[in-house]
RNA sequence: GCGGGAGUAGCUCAGUGGAAGAGCCCCUGCCUUCCAAGCAGGUUGUCGCGGGUUCGAGUCCCGUCUCCCGCUCCA
């Protein structure tokens, strides 16, 4: 069922829907469009509004130890700072020459350093215990430039080279894998004070000053090269530099600086003006507001601030419809407990925030958890999982749940010189809580709540699309049909239509065959049709029809609003 | 940014240098009866934009813009 489902649904299914029946439109589209934003349709809105309400409800209302919070999007430059943001969300980008694959500067590693090739070895200078364990660095290639390198590798003469790491690694975690001529059991490794020495042959046919590639694997798994000369006189050979395509080792281009942070100016003369930025997280609205919060709502730990709001990133790379636009909607708690008890409220979260999605419709089996490598957290973090759902690109992350430890509320005492700290007075003493931050994006949501809802089945010739929406997300609870446009049908059409909206957002549609209009219901979710026919004028019933298993059932008009409210809260039709 | 794809009706798309089209949708009318029914009508187009070639360009050429997908990151 789930494979069919999901096979059935594809994004330009969706977007023409959303579209169509005015879900989602793209953003300033008289103009052509502006890349990766969209607006939110009279449909989409309302889909949106209650998937922030449902959020809202369980996390705030529902709970007793949750307040909410609206910060402004504007804030002082000085937070930014002190979040890290402005140092460490400017990414300098490169791309590969040859690949053309995209890296973060940070992410292709630096540059080894020097490279020294020995003309002679002695073999008793072997450190074989040295060689070892587990798999980090592998050499898996080297070249000579100029020619394809493997005629004359495959004699190598008993001349070694040298690799001289500037980075030191840990003698455990490095193995070097030799399944092709470099490599051998008595391959030497020199401990140094600072370095290694790696000792490989040199291949027979390199003769003095011949340029060399070395490639080989770094601890993180990604491609690095060292360039070098070889000189056979024993000494310093030239240095290349680096660093190069972790993929495939090609040539990088000149890193490019890209700021994530959309700038703009306080003050109406631009050049006299203050930098201020759109806020790229909510979060940081909650920190700067712990102690506003704490003293003026008589909170005691542990408590959590529920914030929902625009954050703005000026991503390079955009796409996938709303799933990531550069202007987006969160949803974010800031979850503050006492040190020690960190680790049980961040699985309380995680289990918290799964069911929530679940709870509102989607199927268990379209989402996992994905824990993060402790070496790929965030600096802040000790801990983080993510949400994620299958969207017809693949798993997809709708959610963050991060353990921030109490990096933030430190930074800004620091850069803010203000006291952040909480006085605890079961231990009499002040400390500065951790924080579990389950962040979601509302957009992410959407589209999640729209693709595992969309489904097709067959009707005759014909395809029925039905938005299996939960009557919670639903845009349109209900909608109110008389059988025909027949006058007499009017009046208590008008009057049913009338007393519902006062409860629910309800659609009066008279227009075309009533099957038609079934179909038009289903296709935006609504999850029941009252229909009012001629036999109603009499007995004063009307029918309700279900949206998923169309089924219909008559009830009397006092009973409606009851009835429809409790189908509504999951009564079964 | 790099690579790929695409711009023709609200949607999905066809269109061979010679009158801008189809299906769906939408709207109006008829119908006393329940799942995109029928019948009769109807609205909707700077063919992305600007040049060029040509008697003639949606179609060929050049330029340009925009959108979509992938690559990085994240909500």
Known sequence: ????????????????LCKRRGYIFPSSEIYGGLGACYDYGPLGVELKNNVKACWWKSVVQERDDMVGLDASILMHPQTWVASGHVDGFADPLVDCKQCRRRWRADDVGKPLGAVQVYDQVDASEARADLLPAAGQIVIRNIKIDGSNGAPQLESAGLVAGGIWLDRPLPKSEVQLIGDDFLLSPGNILYPNLRS???????????????????????????????????????GVTKYEGGPYCPDCCGDLTEPRMFNLMFKTY???????????????????????NFENVLASTRRKLPFGIAQIGKAF?????????????????????EYFVKPGSDDEWFQRWVDERLNWYVNLG????????????????????????????LLPMGWSELEGIANRTDFDLRQHARHSGKDLSYYDEDTKEHITPYVIEPSAGVDRSVLAFLVDAYDEEPDKDEVRVVLRLHPALAPIKVAVLPLSK????????????????????????????????????????????????????????????????????????????????????????
């Not at 089996?365 to 994620?388: F, M, P, S, V």
């Open 266 to 288: 306080v003050g109406a003369v631009e050049d006299e003006a203050e930098v201020v930025y759109l806020r790229p997280e909510t979060a940081q609205g909650i920190f700067v």
């Open 313 to 333: 990133r000026n991503e390079i790379t955009t796409g996938n419809f709303i799933f990531r636009t550069r202007e987006f909607e969160q949803m974010e708690i």
């Open 1 to 16: 069922m789930t494979e069919q489902a999901i096979s059935k649904v594809t994004m330009d299914k969706l977007v023409s």
């Open 362 to 389: 989607i199927r268990r089996e379209n989402l996992r958890l994905h824990q993060h490598a402790k070496d790929k957290l965030a600096h802040y973090a000790k801990d983080c999982t993510d949400i994620e759902y």
């Open 196 to 234: 290694y020495t790696i000792g490989f042959p040199l291949p027979s046919g390199a003769a003095l000053g011949a340029q060399l590639k070395l490639v080989f694997r770094n601890p993180s798994g990604l491609l690095e090269r060292v360039d070098f000369t070889v000189q056979f006189s024993g």
């Open 486 to 573: 027949n006058e007499k049908l009017l009046p208590l059409s008008q009057e049913v239509y009338n007393d519902l909206r006062r409860c629910w957002m309800v659609q009066y549609d008279n227009a075309q065959s009533i099957g038609r209009r079934y179909r038009r219901q289903d296709e935006i979710g609504t999850p029941f049709c009252v229909t009012i026919d001629f036999d109603s004028l009499e007995d004063n019933a009307v029918t309700i029809r279900e949206r998923d298993s169309m089924k219909q059932i008559r009830v009397p008009i006092e009973a409606l609003k009851p009835t429809l409210d409790a189908k509504m809260c999951g009564e079964p039709f």
